[in-house]
């Protein structure tokens, strides 16, 4: 039985990894600001309060938690916010807003667990193909694609930096997934992934990747580019 933290719960991907992981009898914390969606499932060995990567006093509730906790085995960091907008109508405070849980949530978080977590655990980051160099881009996506490409190269240092103490690191870019998130931002859009597909793999890479893989970017998707 392992102890992981998942953040971005309320729906998508990471509500069925909450789901995944609990009836194989893992411990979860699952962190989202709605927390009402996971609370109602009533689950087993799954913990989970209110809570906003954008906001620094929230990270103080992790850390009073993990108090109960020996140590953290996973971190997922899945919770992300996706703005499609033209670039020159994305005022400098919609820009920052995406970064500040795209990238500086995910280091805060990163940063918070890190203390608890040994040698043999594994931090996981979803990231997306928009923010691989090279792929395909689309307008709209400036502030999101640029800081899933962020979360890239942190992955990249943070496996560099802690190579000799652990955990392990690694980010997964994912291509479409028929979530909610995705049906705002594109209306009208079938992606040809389901939210509990791409969950089902992100389970098993999560448990299992870090034995393979440290400071890499897999690139999950089934189209090219």
């Known amino acids: 039985m392992s102890n992981i933290i998942i953040t971005g719960t309320s729906r998508g991907i990471g509500f069925e990894l909450v789901q995944l992981f609990a009836k194989e009898g893992h411990r979860v914390l699952a962190l989202s600001r709605n927390e009402t969606p996971i609370s109602n ?4 060995n799954v913990h ?3 809570f906003d990567l954008s906001n620094p006093s929230d990270f103080k509730k992790v850390t009073d938690f993990l108090q109960q906790w020996g140590g953290v085995d996973v971190l997922i960091n899945n919770a992300g916010s996706l703005l ?3 670039f020159l109508e994305t005022s400098p405070s919609e820009f920052e807003e995406v970064y500040k849980v795209n990238v500086f949530g995910v280091a805060e978080m990163t940063r918070t667990v890190l203390p608890k977590m040994g040698k ?3 931090v996981v980051t979803i ?3 928009g923010g691989v160099q090279g792929s395909m ?3 709209g996506l400036s502030a999101y694609s640029s800081s899933k490409g962020a979360v890239i190269t942190l992955t990249e240092l943070w496996a560099e930096e802690f ?3 652990g955990p392990s690191f690694n980010v997964l870019a994912i291509g479409a997934v028929q ?3 995705l049906a705002e931002a594109f209306p009208g859009y079938q992606a040809p992934v389901t939210a509990l597909e791409m969950a089902t793999y992100i389970k098993d890479f999560t448990l299992t990747g870090h034995k393979l893989y440290n400071g890499k970017l897999l690139q999950v998707s089934n189209s090219t580019p």
């Open 163 to 165: 190579k000799e103490t």
């Open 120 to 122: 043999t655990g594994h």
């Open 127 to 129: 990231s997306s193909m």
């Open 41 to 44: 499932l009533n689950l087993p």
């Open 179 to 181: 979530t909610e998130m």
């Open 48 to 50: 989970t309060f209110p």
């Open 84 to 86: 499609n907008k033209p």
């Open 137 to 139: 881009k689309f307008p």
